[in-house]
Structure formats: C-alpha cells, structure tokens
C-alpha cells in the first residue's frame, strides 16, 4: 500500500488517452494490493509469516532496482536522506508486513484489508496531534464513524467464531498507526529524491528489517514448505503485488494526480472480498457489511474533508 500524500504528483488533468491510462495503471494497482490479502492468506500455513514477508520484500528490492538501472537514475543517495528512507522503510514495508501476515493467521482477508483501509484517519489525528492541524466537523465525524466501524467489524468476526479474530483485527488496524508516522514523515522525505529511487530504498531497508526477524522464526523451527503453489503465489505476491504495482501507482498517480487517485483505495477491499469468496470460501455477513461501509464513509469523509 501506498499514500498519495507522500508521493510527488502533479494535479493538473490530462489529456484524455493519459488519463484513460492512469485509470487502467490504477486499476491494475488496487487489484494487486486487493490479491496480496487473498495469496497471504493462502499460503501463510505453507511459508511462515515473517518468512513470507522477507522474502516478498526482497522480490520487490530486486524488481525496483533492475528498473532503477533500465531508466538510467542513480541509486546513490546520501546518508542523511537514506536514513530517513531507512526507517520509512522498517514502518510501511517492515512493521506492515508484520502486522498483515500476522493478522491473517487470525482473521479472514476481508476483514483484514478493511481494517487497513483507514490510515488517512489516523493521519488526521496524528496531524492534529503533533502538527496541530485543525480538524474540521467532517473530519471528526469521519474518525468516529471509521472508528466505529472497526469496531463492528472486530465485534462481528468473533460473534462468526473466528478463532482469536480479535488478535488478527488488531494488528490489521495496528499497520495504520505504522502508516501514519510513515505519511507524516514522508511529506517532507519523499519531496526530495526521485520516487522509484525513494521506493528501491524504502522497500530494501523493509528487506532488511525483515531479515533478523525471519532468521529467528527459521530458528525457531518454523521452515516454510514449499511446494509449486507456495512458490508461485511467494513470486506473485513479490513481483507483481509489491514490485509492479508500487510502480504502476506512482506512475498512475503522476498521470492523474493524488486526489482521483486516492479513489482507488477503496477499490482494494472490493478486490479482495471479490477473490476471497471464491477463492478462500469467505462469506459476507450483515454485520461484516455495515462494518465494512461505515468504516469507508468515514474514511472517505476524513479524506474529502473540508481544509483548514
């Protein structure tokens, strides 16, 4: 996942063929970010979490970095900024591969990736927090509403007896927090170094994060199992849910711009309630929906908010 307020866009409109483009790049984008929840889920029994996350995070190193080298930019940056890229890289790769693989040994996809949805909310209030942002009345009814919505949808998966839901639902929701400092710091961060050198950076820092925690999960007996399905879905979730689509949404939200791109965050937890059904035998109950759509209105009105 990413943030269009972290990420250098322009916000003038293009023309028509570019802006069909931008729409299908996006389009491709929330679909794999929507399929990572699905092929996490499937094979978090086969290959251990923290595992998992390692290995997806270098999968994307490698894919960011050949195409850093094919368009020619330099990956070379100094060590003041990659600092800063370093530990946006432990919180929005590290700490979020964690929290999400970890959560999906406890609680359904669907539930997951709707819990994940709203970290402009928590934006918000650790804006008004620490930058002393004001918050509007739109805004505040938007946090209670998310809010509350979270709510429903941890109290309706453990009414539907999924074991140790709870735990799951928290630490989906814990990755927003994780996002949040992400998106404040990166405001100022990302400005300044090229996007696709900024993610090469960030998602390798992730890698690494990730690398001492997978060792001790290796050591603790948990070896991951591999079989031509794990593998498969391992490389997909790496090269095409983390590595293509980080790129297909900076190159779509470049075309588009962060406002219309921002709609298609809410396209990812339709994807994955769309695959989960079929694919993990998931059901949808009315519990889980008002949660659901409670939880998008009032993100969707942190976001389209009134400024100060």
């Keep these: 996942m990413s943030d269009p307020a972290t990420t250098p866009a322009t916000e003038t409109r293009p023309p028509t063929t570019t802006d069909l483009v931008g729409h299908l790049l996006l389009t491709f984008t929330a679909l794999m970010w929507g399929a990572s929840f699905v092929g996490t889920k499937l094979v978090i029994d086969a290959v251990p979490p923290l595992s998992l996350g ?5 999968l994307a190193s490698l894919l960011l970095a050949a195409c850093t080298r094919l368009t020619s930019q330099r990956l070379s940056i100094s060590w003041a900024e990659w600092r800063w890229l370093a530990l946006l890289g432990v919180l929005g790769v590290g700490y979020f591969y964690i929290g999400i693989n970890l959560a999906l040994e406890w609680t359904t996809a669907s539930t997951a990736s709707l819990l994940t949805l709203p970290y402009p909310v928590m934006t918000a209030i650790g804006a008004r927090l620490f930058l002393k942002e004001t918050l509007g009345p739109r805004r505040i009814a938007g946090i209670a509403l998310a809010l509350a ?9 453990t009414r539907e007896g999924v074991g140790g839901a709870w735990i799951g639902n928290l630490l989906a929701f814990s990755t927003t927090f994780a996002w949040t400092t992400y998106t404040l710091l990166g405001r100022a961060v990302l400005s300044r170094v090229s996007s696709l050198v900024a993610t090469t950076h960030i998602m390798t820092a992730g890698a690494l994060a990730l690398l001492p925690l997978a060792l001790v999960e290796l050591a603790a007996g948990k070896l991951p199992r591999f079989t031509g399905e794990s593998l498969a879905v391992t490389a997909f979730l790496g090269l095409a849910c983390t590595g293509a689509a980080y790129l297909t949404w900076n190159r779509g939200l470049a075309l588009l711009g962060a406002t219309r791109a921002a709609v298609y965050l809410y396209v ?23 949660g659901g759509l409670v939880l998008v209105l009032g993100t969707w009105l942190v976001m389209h908010s009134e400024r100060p």
């Design 268 to 290: 990812q937890p339709l994807a994955v309630i769309l695959l989960a059904i079929p694919l993990l035998g998931e059901r949808l109950t009315f519990p889980t929906v008002t």
């Design 54 to 58: 390692f290995m997806r995070a270098v």
């Design 149 to 157: 919505g979270a709510t429903v949808l941890t109290l309706a998966t």
